[in-house]
């Protein structure tokens, strides 16, 4: 089933597929969402910007929406994957071990919603700085 909302200009949202974009003063990548109600949230909340936050490998920010934790959510993730951190109502993205990790995993402090897959190497993400300003947006 492909979840979808209404946009305030009365089309449909489909969430599976869609490719955004993550960008901040020295890079970005794109990723492309999975069919979750939380990724369709997110959708609905784009364009979003915010400062970053860095926690070992890990960029967090603000996300702008709240979202509850899915039935598959989880603390440990792949690498590239886009999270909904849900207790911090943050996205994440992981691109290698943070402080929590055991033997190089990726991991959250909590559990998070997986929402969607970077495009390419997410060490692109190693050069956002803590208070960066990201902006996530459609790619159409």
Known sequence: ??????????????????CIRFSWPSGKADAILADTPTAVALLNALPIESDANIWGKEVY???GFAAAAEPDAREVVNSGDVCYWVQGQCLALLYGPTPASREGECRL??????????????????????GDSILVEVVE
């Open 1 to 18: 089933a492909v979840l979808m909302l209404k946009s305030s200009f009365n089309k449909e949202i489909k969430a599976m597929g869609q």
């Open 61 to 63: 920010f603000d996300a």
């Open 109 to 130: 402090i909590s559990k998070a919603n997986v929402i969607g897959k970077m495009k390419g190497n997410p060490h692109v993400l190693e050069t956002v700085c803590n």
